[in-house]
T-cell receptor
Framework: DSGVTQTPKHLITATGQRVTLRCSPRSGDLSVYWYQQSLDQGLQFLIQYYNGEERAKGNILERFSAQQFPDLHSELNLSSLELGDSALYFC???????????FGPGTRLLVL | AQSVTQLDSHVSVSEGTPVLLRCNYSSSYSPSLFWYVQHPNKGLQLLLKYTSAATLVKGINGFEAEFKKSETSFHLTKPSAHMSDAAEYFCVVSDSGRTYKYIFGTGTRLKVLA
């Protein structure tokens, strides 16, 4: 157990809908990262937050957004969902200045 | 820009034989490199990391990796495979700048035959 929690574990929804994925980092970790794992794209970095502020953006679609709250948990919002958004979404956290990231179990999203 | 290339998408070994999973990296400066393992329907677990200390890095479950700057390689090895090692393995380079975001290889699926 990495200490990073993600909810829900599974999510099934329809095209055009909006969902919110939640992540709680390890105690004391200020950085949260979001990654998408799909069969065709592999594991891709989406976005990073550090202590509530956006730090870096990767291959994140405009339909996707994220935020990190004062208690350091983070949410990834996916809207106007398409079939191709079906994937495993991972959250990871790390301590400031330390590169090792610890991953949550992931949320498996299926868009029908 | 950093990148990693995992040279084999699938590797099959017999139980009790050595494991070698190959990874080459590209980086304009001294990289931080990691190996993660993903068991079916599970998250990513850190096996080991290289962050410019010893070039031979020991990890969990008997795995180790050697950083070779001259060959830009960071291959993962284990002397004797166990059935429980069957999983997907990812080589990762960290963007050792402001963000430390990870850049993943495409993964190597390890199959262990009885």
């Amino acid at each position: 157990d990495s200490g990073v929690t993600q909810t829900p574990k599974h999510l099934i929804t329809a095209t055009g809908q909006r969902v919110t994925l939640r992540c709680s980092p390890r105690s004391g970790d200020l950085s949260v990262y979001w990654y998408q794992q799909s069969l065709d794209q592999g594991l891709q970095f989406l976005i990073q937050y550090y202590n509530g502020e956006e730090r870096a953006k990767g291959n994140i679609l405009e339909r996707f957004s994220a935020q990190q709250f004062p208690d350091l948990h983070s949410e990834l919002n996916l809207s106007s969902l398409e079939l191709g958004d079906s994937a495993l979404y991972f959250c990871a956290s790390s301590v400031k200045g330390v590169e090792t990231q610890y991953f949550g179990p992931g949320t498996r999203l299926l868009v029908l | 820009a950093q990148s990693v290339t995992q040279l084999d998408s699938h590797v099959s070994v017999s139980e009790g034989t050595p494991v070698l999973l190959r990874c080459n990296y590209s980086s304009s400066y001294s990289p931080s490199l990691f190996w993660y393992v993903q068991h079916p329907n599970k998250g990513l677990q850190l096996l080991l990391k290289y962050t410019s200390a010893a070039t031979l890095v020991k990890g969990i479950n008997g795995f180790e990796a050697e950083f070779k700057k001259s060959e830009t390689s960071f291959h993962l090895t284990k002397p004797s495979a166990h059935m429980s090692d069957a999983a997907e393995y990812f080589c990762v380079v960290s963007d050792s700048g402001r963000t430390y975001k990870y850049i993943f290889g495409t993964g190597t699926r390890l199959k262990v035959l009885a």
